[in-house]
């Protein structure tokens, strides 16, 4: 079992690199600051995996700070981990940058829930953080970007000649950084729980934690990294600096306090601000935005409701919970799946001028 917790460790680790590893240097690729997938998912790798060494607070608050470290026994680590992963895996194959900071936290919740051991004004206090910290990145960058294109409509040779090579350079040192506080952040999520249960040392547990973040940001981040960078909107190098840079700062500065934030979701907010600042509001009606949105509310309820099914099935075996949460999870598919039936209809009606 033992083993069996590592191999599902270090595989969630490498899903953590595909997912907000990658995400960070999306926005150099996206600007056109690195033209080549290969070297901005090195740099992320490198980046995210020096961070990773400066990790051990969080990885204190996903170990023992939301549930007792007397609750998590091996079995317990396995349920956590795997249900993290499922989740984080699923958000991959799509193509979704995907909080794994919340998932994680949903599954420890969910664990929590299960044993009724809950610190519950802990959890209050970091859900709280996840509105805020996007909310101020969406913020910044907004104002950011309007100040930048006042400036360019005052001085037109802004983004022309030595200005232009000059962001390029800076905008990858930023995402550099924003690799880094994403190594500080997010390796705490695979190797937390480890830790809370006496598995592995805090410091070996963040070296090896970051090693396998980084080969999951070299091997598996190439889709997420596609849609960071070129699907939600196109920014210039300075506006990739403004997002990378917000970004890293928040991320960075939460880690410090020992706050698991979601790294993704700041920097797409920090992207969607820019895009905002440009096209207006019209951007939020695009399809990949309103996708986002709807899977980061979802995820951290789809893990906890994984990790407290395989608590109740596993180690309770209580049969009868399991199928009342799967029964009424199909329920909820169902609904949704026939809103988006009868919307599809409607536009149909629509486009024919309501014939058939």
């Known amino acids: ?19 907000g590893a990658a995400a960070a240097m999306g926005v150099a690729y996206g600007s056109g600051a690195i033209k080549q997938k290969y070297v901005a998912l090195l740099l992320c790798g490198l980046g ?30 396995i349920i956590i981990l795997t249900a993290a992963a499922i989740s ?28 009724q051991a809950l610190y519950v004004s802990k959890l209050l206090f970091i859900v709280s953080i996840w509105v805020v910290v996007p909310i101020i990145a969406f913020t910044l960058t907004f104002f950011i970007g309007k100040w930048f294109l006042a400036l360019k409509r005052k001085y037109p ?9 000059s962001f390029m350079a800076l905008l990858i040192v930023a ?14 999520n695979a190797v937390g729980p ?39 909107t196109r920014f210039s190098p300075f506006e990739g600096c403004a997002i990378s840079g917000t970004g890293a700062i928040l991320v960075i500065i939460s880690s410090v306090f020992g706050l698991p934030v979601p790294l993704t ?30 899977v980061w509310f979802v995820s951290p309820i789809f893990s906890l409701v994984i990790s407290y099914s395989l608590v109740k099935l596993l180690l309770d075996s ?37 014939g058939i």
């Open 88 to 115: 984080l895996f699923a958000a991959n194959i799509m193509g979704i940058p995907l909080s794994t900071s919340e998932i994680t936290v949903g599954s420890v919740v969910g664990v929590g829930i299960a044993y």
């Open 265 to 294: 979701q700041i920097t797409t907010s920090a992207i969607i601000g820019i895009g905002t600042a440009k096209t207006g509001f019209y951007i939020w009606q695009k399809r990949i935005v309103i996708q986002l949105l709807k």
């Open 157 to 165: 040779q802004v983004e022309r000649g030595k200005w232009q090579k």
């Open 318 to 354: 209580d049969l009868y919970t399991v199928i009342a949460i799967f029964s009424v999870c199909l329920a909820t598919i169902g609904v949704i799946s026939l809103k988006k039936t009868i919307s599809e209809e409607k536009r149909a009606l629509h486009e024919n001028g309501g």
């Open 48 to 77: 995210v995996f020096l961070g990773s060494l400066g990790g051990g607070e969080v990885v204190k608050t996903i170990g023992s700070g939301i549930i007792p470290s007397s609750v998590l026994s091996v079995k317990i680590v």
């Open 194 to 232: 480890l830790v809370g249960a006496g598995l592995i040392s805090v410091t070996k547990g963040t070296i090896f934690g970051g090693v396998f973040v980084a080969l999951g940001a070299l091997l598996l981040g190439r889709r997420v990294l596609e849609t960071n960078g070129k699907k939600i």
């Open 1 to 19: 079992m033992l083993t069996v917790a590592f191999i599902v460790s270090f595989f969630f680790a490498m899903n953590i690199g595909a997912s």
């Open 175 to 188: 995402g550099f950084f924003e690799a880094f506080s994403a190594g500080m952040n997010n390796v705490a």
